[in-house]
């Protein structure tokens, strides 16, 4: 399936180290708008704290902010879609932190506010260097957070904690899991825990989006580089991870791109242009084609796409539902037979059940439920290689 929308995460992954858009990726963000795809920011900044080199691109018109907390139409100004932290979960934050060495950042109406000693003294908070000119460029400097934060208790669309040491962080994230109902709770810097609505999340936002604009998430390409993205990415038809992305991030992604140094955002959308990401729409169509009481393997349909080495991608893409609607997943299994692909299915012997129904003999082995596949394989030709290829010409995939 081609890709109509491109979601980017902005800090360390469409803008570089030093927090700037190079020429590199603008010119690839104007290219795919050029050719009809919506560009849309998704980062855990508030409204008012996204780079004025971004908000002023002509071709981005929709931004995903504060982790998904806010949705803005940046050229009409509306928000289409906000949620708001309860006041119970704003108190029992307080009532958590309490007495513990940290500090706060708020968002109301996409203004972020901080704690004055921390705009004052970033890096004492564990802020980095770099980070330092936007954290004072950015933030509304509040005498007492504490009293804020209860004041607009009924307005915050998040809340960021900063906690410099490590151990802590870790322990305050658990308790607040814990004892905080109807929270988000995710991280992009070391030294944040950024809170919000449970209904919140990258991911979350773009469905919402993409529904606004009648758009499919096989039809999302989502670049990024933190654990608050490595959701977005998996949501995503198409998720890329940069190449200074998180663990986290890297495993949910689809794609490795270069690093936000290397212009990697642009090497990810060029890539997209020259359709390497359009074996899902090929493999859906392979997979559609698999007739009734026989099975293929994740070999026989990356081979009939002409990806011979991508049999593993085909197993993802089953699993995680990325082939579109309508696919037989039941249908495929892999080199030996065996049926490999529970993950897709609601219960675990449903892929058995729905074999046995088209009259396929599916007999107990050591290694799992087996068919025989000289019996109920699916027998492809060249000739089959052939109409597929012919297919996937005209679809321009």
Known sequence: MKIKCIALDLDGTVLDGRGELSQGNKEALEEAAARGIEVVVASGRSLHSLPE???????????????????????????LKKCYLTPESVERILRCTEGEPVVFEAFIDG?????????????????????????????????????????????????????????????????????????????SVPQLLEISHLDSGKEKAAGFLLEYLGLKREELAAFGDGDNDSALLEFAGVGIAMANASETCREKADRLTLSNDEDGVAVGIRRIFSSGFDFYERAGIVC????????????????????????????????KGRLGEDIPAHRVVNSKGILSGAAAFDTFDMQKMLLQGEGVKVERTEDGWKIDLKKYGWKTTLEDAKRFRQIFEEKGI
């Open 53 to 79: 080199e971004i908000t002023a691109l002509l071709q981005i018109r929709y931004a995903i902010t504060s982790n998904g907390a806010a949705v803005y139409d940046l050229k009409t100004g509306e928000c």
């Open 288 to 319: 559609r084609s698999i007739p009734y009481g026989k099975a293929a393997t994740y070999g026989q349909i990356a081979l009939l796409c002409g990806k011979p080495g991508n049999a593993r991608q085909v197993g993802y893409a089953l699993n």
């Open 111 to 187: 203004k972020p506010y901080a704690q004055r000693e921390y705009t004052e003294e970033p890096m004492r908070f564990g802020a980095s260097s770099h980070a330092v000119s936007y954290i004072q460029r950015t933030r509304i400097p509040v005498e007492d957070m504490r009293a804020f934060l209860k004041e607009h208790e009924t307005k915050l669309e998040s809340i960021d904690i900063v906690v410099r040491e490590k151990a802590l962080k870790h322990q305050m994230w658990k308790m607040l899991e814990e004892k905080v109902e109807n929270v988000y709770i995710t991280s």
